[in-house]
């Protein structure tokens, strides 16, 4: 067979809510209804997203998630970028929704992950697997990139990063990259520390 078509089917609270993010990013809703379940369908070229309503549902808890391979992570992260900037006026890096941002290796990007309104990770990824790091330095922004994108545990990320930050030379090609992705953390830690209630976006 040919042609096989595989599409996630992810909890979340209120569909408009998911419908209103999606759309945010570039999707169409290409079917909803209310009774007797909540169900909406997102698209966008070919990249397909289903949601259901579910009682009960705490977007901080859910474990979901699916896998979205593309060809390059680049022109998709520009574009879901761009969405949240004519929404928000910036790009929502802490909390719930939030995206991560991709890393550049090599002179192209790496994977990064949507965190929706439902607590859903979509993660986007290469088909194309890149070379691993070859510095103390790159290594230790992988291990913190999987700390807090993956795992979204951004104190054990900060605290890996900034031990490999203290050891560095200086001459590290990734040192930039890494200074201002440990920026980023505290950036998001702080963010998400302050006040009460639900995270504030960043």
């Given amino acids: 067979m040919a042609n096989e078509l595989t599409?996630?089917?992810l909890p979340c609270v209120d569909i408009d809510e998911m419908a209103a993010f999606y759309e945010m990013l570039g999707f169409s809703t290409t079917y909803r209804q209310t009774k007797p379940n909540p169900?909406?369908?997102?698209?966008?070229?070919?990249?397909?997203?289903?949601?259901?309503?579910?009682?009960?549902?705490?977007?901080?808890?859910?474990?979901s998630t699916c896998v979205v391979?593309?060809?390059?992570?680049?022109?998709?992260y520009e574009a879901f970028a761009a969405g949240m900037r004519a929404v928000h006026g910036?790009?929502?890096?802490?909390?719930?929704?939030?995206m991560t941002r991709p890393r550049l290796r090599n002179d192209r990007y790496t994977g990064?992950?949507?965190?929706?309104?439902?607590?859903?990770w979509i993660r986007i990824s290469k088909g194309v697997t890149e070379p691993a790091a070859t510095t103390p330095l790159g290594r230790a922004m992988e291990n913190a990139a999987r700390q807090a994108d993956a795992r979204g545990d951004e104190?054990?990320?900060?605290?890996i990063l900034e031990g490999a930050l203290a050891k560095a030379s200086g001459?590290?090609?990734?040192?930039?990259?890494?200074?201002?992705?440990?920026?980023?953390?505290?950036?998001?830690?702080t963010s998400s520390s302050a006040g009460s209630g639900p995270r504030p976006t960043a």
């Fill in 112 to 120: 990064f992950a949507v965190v929706d309104p439902g607590g859903n």
């Fill in 90 to 98: 910036k790009v929502l890096i802490s909390g719930i929704p939030r």
């Fill in 171 to 189: 001459t590290e090609p990734e040192l930039a990259d890494a200074r201002a992705y440990r920026d980023e953390l505290v950036e998001r830690i």
């Fill in 7 to 9: 599409i996630p089917l």
């Fill in 155 to 159: 104190r054990q990320a900060l605290k």
């Fill in 39 to 63: 169900y909406v369908a997102l698209r966008r070229e070919d990249l397909n997203l289903h949601f259901y309503g579910m009682p009960g549902h705490v977007p901080e808890d859910s474990h």
């Fill in 69 to 76: 391979i593309v060809e390059d992570t680049g022109p998709l």
